[in-house]
């Protein structure tokens, strides 16, 4: 079993930074690939961005690339989402979630472990 607590989110304008953090709890944190997904009002949730395992393989969704940064410390079993150049359009909840599996996917389905979310808004 994983436990995902995320924090880091808030009110931001537009142009500017925020990071996330994501904590897990479990002995195997190093060996999960870890998914930033985001779910606005109406909306399906969203592939942010993930970061494998060994080596830290990363991937991002063509919305995020180039603006937001997945990163990962497995001795304090903590991955983390920097977030720069924040548009309106960022605006959602955003979850981590955890996967048992070196394999880099965007479905959320694939899933299994998941945070209760943090709230970011971008104002215009």
């Known amino acids: 079993q994983v436990q995902l607590v995320e924090s880091g989110g808030g009110l931001v304008q537009a142009g500017g930074s925020l990071r996330l953090s994501c904590a897990a709890s479990?002995?195997?944190?190093?060996?999960?690939?870890m998914g930033w997904f985001r779910q606005a009002p109406g909306t399906e949730r969203e592939f942010v961005a993930a970061?494998?395992?060994?080596?830290?393989?990363?991937t991002y969704s063509d919305s995020v690339k180039g603006r937001f940064t997945a990163s990962r410390d497995n001795a304090k079993n903590t991955v983390y989402l920097q977030m720069n150049s924040l548009k309106p359009e960022d605006t959602a909840v955003y979850y981590c979630?955890?996967?048992?599996?070196?394999?880099?996917?965007?479905?959320?389905?694939?899933?299994?472990?998941w945070g209760q979310g943090t709230q970011v808004t971008v104002s215009s």
């Open positions: 979630a955890a996967r048992d599996s070196a394999m880099l996917l965007t479905n959320p389905q694939y899933y299994a472990y």
């Open positions: 479990g002995r195997t944190f190093s060996r999960y690939t």
């Open positions: 970061i494998s395992w060994i080596p830290s393989v990363t």
